[in-house]
């Protein structure tokens, strides 16, 4: 299946730049344009009656899209932030180097690609800035892996993805020669409804299963998502199931938008032990803001946050941020 997705995505490229050639030679013009996004922020932090201050830098996109005809194009993104291990503050990766097909309502994809786990909710959440999406913030999978991905869509109301990825993410290298499989439906039964069901399909010891749906509404002045997400045989170790729901919505006035969101995340207790093997990362999360935009290309969001631990020996977190999105 893999050398096939391969093989339709090279068809279509040639297609494509024959087509160029004969149609649009004297009319298109190859160009590309760079693109920066960082976010940053001011956080004061409270847990266990002691606080902390800091400035940050979060992370930092640096990358480049460049169109070599009507239908085919490229992109390269270069990711900055914490990798969240050893004495490393920041670190380089290389979040996306593909080759894109795009024609028609079909999408196609190959290489370093974006994966759609969690691509439209990080959409119509739209602070991913302040705050990761669910299945971004508690591990359910990566935003970006190496692989080949079709996308279409068959009409207003319906569209549909399909990818075979490495499974490893974009921030290692393929270490084994399992494969993840994925499938999505988004449906859209009206102009403010959206309704997305995905799942993805990776095996080695034991069969990892990502069941995901979301509900948004999108319409005046307001936005809002629900979504339920499970994920059975966590790193496909036997019996790491682990689920969660998150809530947010936004109303937008004339210069501002208000939102809130509420996550709640807990895992199942595997056979002899006394507690759910991922007790420490269980627990509920709260945000709420308010967020202007003072020019293009500029976010301000002044918000609180607070962890709620499901382990109870464990002290909450509540913290103050003002945080920034900074695009260009």
């Given at each position: 299946?893999?050398k096939f997705?391969?093989?339709?995505?090279t068809?279509?490229?040639?297609?494509?730049?024959?087509?160029q050639?004969?149609?649009?030679?004297?009319?298109?013009?190859?160009?590309g344009?760079?693109f920066?996004?960082?976010?940053?922020?001011?956080?004061?932090n409270?847990?266990?009656g002691?606080?902390?201050?800091?400035?940050?830098?979060?992370?930092?996109y640096?990358?480049?899209?460049?169109?070599?005809s009507k239908?085919?194009?490229?992109?390269?993104?270069?990711d900055?932030?914490n990798?969240?291990?050893?004495?490393?503050q920041?670190?380089?990766?290389l979040?996306n180097?593909y080759?894109q097909?795009?024609?028609?309502?079909?999408?196609?994809?190959?290489?370093?690609?974006?994966?759609y786990?969690?691509?439209?909710?990080?959409?119509?959440?739209?602070?991913?800035y302040?705050f990761?999406s669910?299945?971004?913030?508690y591990g359910?999978?990566?935003?970006?892996?190496?692989?080949?991905s079709?996308a279409y869509?068959?009409?207003s109301f319906?569209?549909v993805d399909?990818s075979?990825?490495?499974?490893?993410g974009?921030?290692?290298?393929?270490?084994?020669?399992?494969?993840?499989?994925?499938?999505g439906?988004?449906?859209?039964?009206?102009?403010?409804?959206t309704f997305?069901?995905?799942?993805?399909y990776m095996?080695?010891?034991?069969?990892?299963?990502t069941?995901?749906?979301?509900?948004?509404?999108?319409?005046?002045?307001w936005?809002?998502?629900?979504?339920?997400?499970?994920q059975?045989?966590h790193?496909?170790f036997?019996g790491k199931?682990?689920?969660?729901y998150?809530?947010?919505?936004?109303?937008?006035?004339k210069?501002?938008n208000?939102?809130?969101?509420?996550?709640?995340?807990s895992?199942?207790t595997?056979?002899?032990e006394?507690?759910?093997?991922?007790f420490?990362?269980?627990?509920?999360?709260?945000?709420?803001?308010v967020?202007f935009?003072?020019?293009?290309g500029?976010?301000?969001?002044?918000?609180?946050?607070?962890?709620?631990?499901?382990?109870?020996?464990?002290?909450?977190?509540?913290?103050?941020?003002?945080s920034?999105?900074?695009?260009?």
């Amino acid at each position: 299946m893999k050398k096939f997705y391969i093989s339709l995505i090279t068809l279509l490229l040639f297609a494509d730049l024959f087509g160029q050639n004969v149609q649009t030679k004297d009319t298109f013009k190859p160009s590309g344009k760079p693109f920066v996004k960082i976010y940053t922020d001011f956080q004061r932090n409270f847990s266990n009656g002691k606080g902390r201050s800091l400035f940050a830098v979060t992370r930092a996109y640096l990358g480049y899209k460049y169109a070599f005809s009507k239908h085919f194009s490229t992109k390269v993104n270069l990711d900055v932030g914490n990798p969240g291990f050893g004495k490393l503050q920041m670190t380089a990766y290389l979040k996306n180097a593909y080759v894109q097909y795009n024609k028609n309502g079909l999408t196609a994809r190959l290489g370093l690609i974006d994966t759609y786990i969690f691509h439209l909710q990080e959409n119509i959440w739209g602070k991913r800035y302040l705050f990761k999406s669910f299945q971004d913030r508690y591990g359910f999978g990566p935003s970006a892996d190496l692989g080949v991905s079709i996308a279409y869509q068959l009409n207003s109301f319906v569209s549909v993805d399909i990818s075979i990825l490495n499974g490893e993410g974009y921030k290692r290298i393929e270490v084994d020669s399992t494969l993840k499989y994925t499938i999505g439906v988004t449906l859209k039964p009206t102009k403010t409804l959206t309704f997305r069901a995905y799942y993805d399909y990776m095996y080695k010891q034991a069969a990892q299963q990502t069941l995901s749906f979301f509900l948004a509404y999108t319409g005046g002045n307001w936005i809002a998502g629900a979504e339920y997400n499970k994920q059975y045989n966590h790193t496909m170790f036997p019996g790491k199931t682990y689920s969660g729901y998150s809530f947010y919505v936004t109303h937008y006035f004339k210069k501002i938008n208000i939102y809130g969101r509420y996550d709640y995340v807990s895992s199942v207790t595997l056979p002899n032990e006394e507690n759910p093997w991922n007790f420490a990362k269980g627990g509920q999360a709260f945000v709420a803001g308010v967020e202007f935009s003072p020019v293009k290309g500029i976010k301000v969001s002044p918000n609180y946050q607070y962890w709620k631990p499901r382990d109870t020996s464990i002290s909450p977190i509540s913290g103050i941020y003002l945080s920034v999105e900074i695009k260009f």
